[in-house]
């Protein structure tokens, strides 16, 4: 059977058009505002510090642990958690947590829709909260807020719902740029945890925003890399060792982490108080925590400058490190309003038991390792390590560990520390992405080449009584002229309706179908193109015909669209040799299998 090829011209790699440049001209105002957003996130949580633990209205960069308050410093985050839990009731819960499951939420349930009251009162929760001595990081409330501020953006504009997913996205990563000056990490964010897909139409855009918010902080002076690190190791089997040690434990780490967060979450849902009061509770084991080591609160940034300069001591990062996970996971779990990044950089202090390498090249990696094992994203926490450290040299050390963790993690765990939340308000959330087989597969392949039909010189009570007969398999069939030509389809309602409408039974099938609309699939079309036609046309079946002549090759159903699916399913489970003694075994346990 020869038939019409389609010019592969027409075939392209991508879907994107023009309207891209569009969204990326958007792009940069989203930019701009996520970068605003994360100006004022940064300068608000230095000046609720201040307030809380100084009594001093002033931006200025005070360290927590040089508070004069003494013994009441430990009220202090039980003060800050109230003030969170009265404007989560009270404006918007959604300020609970730490921001990223609410976003990738937002994407996928709620058509990228976040409003206004989130921009406001997310920032200045998160600002509250780890200004009050919160052991978290700003990440989750700047890509919360980045994110707001490009969904109301595009709620003004004529966009879809995929281009609205676009622009939270795009202020999401523009906001963490100017946060932690990691352009690339969050253009990597975007692509492993929050697009839900790799197309130039989202991607272009979200890499513009994070784009101009790095040239525009830079151009403010905003400093970065926050952690400068120029130390190494040379590469060697006994380092890759090392690196994948460190990957696992950190794997590990990362794992107890999650269980921590979300078993404190389960105990303060059995508590018989009103959800507005646990961040209360949670705020009390952070400011006890903060007596035992003032270090731990807060977003700890200056402890991982230390560790990475080789200034902490095994054993005090220890302690550093129990502490603040407890007080993290507990206030987290507690629903205040924070993010999980600087926290999980303290896995740094794994760096004390490992061998000899350049002072804070093992911080550097168990601290990229945790984080990429605990959010699963591996390429996020590999770059975001090198662009807070500019080191580009310990690029290899760095994915051999964090894909080491990510390993551990993933065969160990269900879930991440984000999406554990969203599967617990019942939705289910798939982070694989792969082609899509519909995409690959030709009608062709799978249709139905004997194909059953009837001639349209039947009358209306012949059709009747074939489709009657209990001979007869299928629900509907193409009609043909003497030329081969579809003229239509038949099926019990199509006869239904013809009955009721009094037609004569000795009308012919041709006559009843002369002049309407036929839907037609040929066999070098796609099944991706296919399922629209079959959905437009609400119909089940489709004649397959050819583009030159339009003579019936075949016919084609959902059935075979479902089959190309068990198919790919199929090249998951099973498993045989190509070569060798094991591909004869097969092929001979492949012909029992036909007896």
């Known amino acids: 059977m020869k038939t019409h090829q389609p010019n592969p011209d027409h075939l392209r790699d991508f879907t994107t058009d023009a309207r891209v440049l569009l969204v990326a001209a958007i792009a940069v105002v989203v930019a701009t505002a996520g970068l605003f957003a994360g100006i004022v996130l940064l300068k608000l949580i230095r000046l609720a510090t201040n307030i809380a633990y100084f009594g001093q209205f002033s931006p200025a960069d005070l360290k927590l642990q040089d508070t004069p308050l003494g013994l009441a410093a430990v009220l202090v985050p039980v003060v800050g958690a109230l003030i969170i839990g009265l404007m989560a009731r009270y404006g918007s819960e959604k300020i609970r947590g730490h921001g990223i499951p609410e976003a990738i939420e937002a994407i996928l349930l709620g058509r990228s829709k976040l409003d206004a009251k989130v921009a406001i009162l997310k920032p200045l929760s998160s600002a509250i909260s780890i200004g009050s001595g919160g052991p978290f990081g700003a990440e989750g409330p700047i890509i ?227 984080m990429g094992g605990t959010m699963r994203a591996p390429l996020t926490a590999t770059f975001f390590a090198v662009e807070l450290t500019g080191n580009t040299n310990v690029l290899v050390p760095l994915i051999a ?125 796609y099944l991706e193109g296919l399922s629209d036609k079959l959905l437009t046309a609400n119909v089940s079946h489709l004649p397959v015909v050819t583009r030159e002549g339009l003579q019936l090759v075949g016919y084609v159903g959902w059935k075979d669209l479902m089959r190309v699916r068990s198919r790919k399913q199929a090249e998951e489970r099973e498993r045989s040799t190509l070569l060798g003694f094991g591909g004869r075994r097969r092929q001979k346990a492949d012909a029992v299998e036909g007896l």
Request: proline share 6%; charged share 15%; with cysteine.
């Open 401 to 525: 560990a964090c894909a080491a963790a990510h390993a551990v993690t993933v065969l160990l765990m269900k879930r991440s520390i984000l999406t554990e939340k969203i599967a617990r308000r019942g939705h289910h959330l798939a982070r694989e992405y792969r082609v899509d087989p519909f995409a690959l597969t030709r009608v062709r392949e799978v249709m139905t080449t004997q194909v059953e039909s009837v001639r349209a010189t039947m009358t209306l009570h012949g059709a009747t009584a074939f489709l009657t007969a209990p001979e007869t398999r299928h629900p509907s069939f193409p009609v043909i002229d003497e030329n081969g030509h579809v003229l239509g389809l038949i099926d019990p309602p199509a006869i239904l309706r013809w009955r009721r409408a009094g037609t004569h039974r000795t009308t012919t099938l041709g006559t009843l179908l002369a002049g309407s609309k036929v839907t037609l699939a040929y066999p070098d079309e």
């Open 144 to 370: 919360m807020t980045g994110g707001a501020i490009g969904s109301l953006i595009a709620q003004m504009l004529p966009v879809s719902d995929n281009e609205r997913k676009t622009l939270l996205v795009a202020g999401a990563a523009a906001g963490m740029t100017t946060v932690f000056g990691t352009p690339i990490a969050a253009i990597m964010l975007a692509v492993e945890l929050l697009l839900f897909e790799w197309t130039p139409r989202s991607f272009i855009p979200v890499a513009v925003a994070a784009i101009i918010a790095e040239v525009e902080r830079t151009l403010l002076h905003l400093p970065g890399p926050i952690f400068p690190f120029e130390g190494g190791m040379a590469v060697s089997f006994t380092a890759l060792g090392g690196w994948v040690l460190i990957g696992i434990c950190a794997g590990l780490l990362s794992g107890l982490l999650t269980q921590m967060v979300y078993a404190c979450e389960d105990a303060f849902q059995k508590l018989p108080i009103h959800w507005m009061w646990w961040p209360m509770i949670g705020g009390l084991v952070v400011g006890i925590g903060g007596l035992i080591e003032p270090r731990a609160l807060g977003v700890g940034y200056d402890n991982i400058s230390d560790m990475l300069n080789g200034h902490t001591l095994a054993t005090a990062a220890l302690i550093l490190l129990v502490v603040k996970a407890i007080i993290w996971s507990v206030a987290l779990g507690s629903g205040t309003s924070g993010g999980v990044l600087a926290p999980l950089l303290m896995g740094a202090v794994l760096a004390g038991f490992l061998p000899a390498a350049d002072p804070g090249f093992w911080a550097l990696l168990a601290m990229a390792a945790t």
